[in-house]
């Protein structure tokens, strides 16, 4: 199919910042704010209060101050589309182009605040080492912040050479696509180039964001994707395979094939921040299975006729999975009660209503000792 110089299509697409992932869709966005002489520009790198902005003329230094919001998850990150002063010493970023899509996690388990990692990301990469064992719940945790950010998530086993048979791997790799339902899931050497071209085709065209632990070879994939080495590789420790921050800030870079990569610092932790539909995704079988229960608030832990008690009596449903599935219900829960009132005053008549009902129990119980 082919398009007039004058369609918005073959604008976009012949755009300085095609590369970047300009779209007609981000140029409609931007309609007003070229209407008062400001540049687009998309954000690779932040750094304490200021930013690095790729722009039609190349790439410039902006400062944030304009748009420093009370909200933490409205700060100027990685991946954000801004428009920007066209000139000036400092330049400024003037404001924010409305997000397709962000990755948010809990910046810790005893505070209220999320904090966003990356923004209008199409592929979340989940990197997950095999030269440890693996840990199926923080690949759930994973999982549950990818789908709940409106990316399509993606497992990339890595350092698949260090797996030393093919039916072993073949293992690990069921294994893992039974933990994450309706994910694509790749084993990839970047020692040996196995799955690197795979995932490559995979990420062509969009933008991808690479996430994981310390350790879990998100540089060294990211040099495969490019091509060169552009991120900084250290060695991991051979007692627990963890590794040292090669990467210390989220940089956005070019693939050669097309579309553009996110790097980001290994994350020690992985706190859920409002993420219940995320949950409901990665758990879809549990889900599907409750929707059959007898009663529709059924808490799946002592109630007639509850088809998820029924799947674990039965082998089909495995306890690991549903002891990860509540424990990441409630870690959730947690979070959202603590910014959200009327779920906090639901919790605390739950508990009154529990602990009157255990208290009638054992007064009951001790009628009958009696």
């Given at each position: 199919?082919?398009?007039?110089?004058?369609?918005?299509e073959?604008s976009s697409?012949?755009?300085?910042?095609a590369?970047?992932?300009?779209d007609?869709?981000?140029?409609?966005?931007?309609?007003?704010y070229?209407?008062q002489?400001l540049?687009?520009?998309?954000?690779?790198?932040?750094?304490?209060?200021?930013?690095?902005v790729?722009?039609?003329g190349?790439t410039?230094?902006?400062?944030?101050?304009?748009?420093?919001?009370?909200?933490?998850l409205k700060?100027?990150?990685?991946?954000?589309?801004?428009?920007?002063?066209?000139g000036?010493?400092?330049?400024y970023?003037?404001?924010l182009l409305?997000?397709?899509?962000?990755f948010?996690?809990?910046?810790?388990?005893?505070?209220?605040?999320?904090q966003?990692?990356?923004?209008?990301v199409d592929?979340a990469?989940?990197?997950?080492p095999?030269?440890?064992?693996?840990?199926?719940?923080?690949?759930?945790?994973?999982?549950?912040?990818?789908?709940?950010?409106?990316?399509?998530?993606?497992v990339?086993?890595?350092?698949?050479?260090?797996?030393?048979?093919?039916?072993g791997?073949s293992y690990?790799?069921?294994d893992?696509?039974?933990?994450?339902?309706?994910?694509?899931?790749l084993?990839?050497?970047?020692?040996?180039?196995?799955?690197v071209d795979v995932?490559?085709a995979v990420?062509?065209?969009?933008?991808?964001v690479?996430l994981?632990?310390?350790?879990?070879?998100?540089?060294t994939?990211?040099?495969?994707?490019?091509?060169?080495?552009?991120?900084e590789?250290?060695a991991?420790?051979?007692?627990?395979?963890?590794g040292r921050?090669?990467?210390?800030?989220?940089?956005l870079?070019v693939l050669?094939?097309?579309?553009?990569l996110?790097?980001?610092?290994?994350?020690?932790?992985?706190g859920?921040?409002?993420?219940?539909?995320g949950?409901?995704?990665?758990?879809?079988?549990?889900e599907?299975?409750?929707?059959e229960?007898?009663?529709?608030?059924?808490?799946?832990?002592?109630?007639?006729?509850?088809?998820?008690?029924?799947?674990?009596e039965?082998?089909?449903?495995?306890e690991?999975?549903?002891?990860?599935?509540?424990?990441?219900?409630?870690?959730?829960?947690?979070?959202?009660?603590?910014?959200?009132?009327r779920?906090?005053?639901e919790?605390r008549?739950?508990?009154?209503?529990?602990?009157?009902?255990g208290?009638?129990?054992?007064?009951?119980?001790?009628g009958r000792?009696r």
């Amino acid at each position: 199919m082919s398009f007039s110089p004058a369609s918005p299509e073959a604008s976009s697409a012949s755009h300085p910042l095609a590369p970047y992932g300009w779209d007609e869709g981000w140029e409609a966005e931007f309609t007003p704010y070229a209407a008062q002489g400001l540049l687009p520009g998309r954000v690779v790198r932040v750094d304490r209060g200021q930013c690095d902005v790729v722009t039609p003329g190349g790439t410039v230094r902006a400062d944030t101050e304009f748009v420093v919001p009370r909200d933490p998850l409205k700060v100027v990150c990685t991946g954000d589309w801004v428009a920007v002063d066209p000139g000036g010493d400092p330049r400024y970023v003037r404001t924010l182009l409305p997000r397709r899509t962000a990755f948010v996690r809990s910046t810790s388990s005893k505070r209220s605040e999320g904090q966003i990692l990356a923004a209008n990301v199409d592929h979340a990469i989940i990197a997950v080492p095999l030269a440890v064992e693996l840990d199926l719940g923080r690949i759930e945790r994973f999982l549950a912040l990818a789908w709940e950010s409106g990316a399509q998530p993606l497992v990339v086993l890595t350092k698949a050479d260090l797996v030393p048979d093919a039916t072993g791997l073949s293992y690990l790799v069921d294994d893992v696509e039974t933990t994450a339902p309706g994910v694509q899931v790749l084993a990839v050497s970047a020692a040996t180039g196995e799955g690197v071209d795979v995932l490559s085709a995979v990420v062509s065209g969009s933008t991808s964001v690479l996430l994981g632990i310390s350790g879990a070879g998100k540089s060294t994939l990211a040099n495969a994707l490019l091509g060169e080495d552009v991120m900084e590789v250290q060695a991991t420790r051979e007692v627990d395979g963890k590794g040292r921050h090669t990467t210390t800030t989220r940089n956005l870079l070019v693939l050669p094939g097309g579309g553009v990569l996110i790097d980001t610092p290994g994350l020690r932790g992985v706190g859920l921040w409002d993420a219940g539909q995320g949950v409901g995704q990665v758990f879809a079988e549990i889900e599907e299975l409750a929707e059959e229960c007898r009663f529709h608030d059924c808490a799946h832990g002592s109630e007639p006729g509850c088809a998820v008690l029924a799947a674990l009596e039965d082998g089909s449903l495995p306890e690991r999975r549903l002891e990860s599935y509540r424990k990441l219900l409630r870690e959730n829960q947690r979070i959202v009660a603590k910014t959200d009132a009327r779920l906090r005053a639901e919790i605390r008549r739950d508990w009154r209503l529990k602990g009157a009902e255990g208290r009638a129990a054992m007064e009951a119980k001790r009628g009958r000792i009696r």
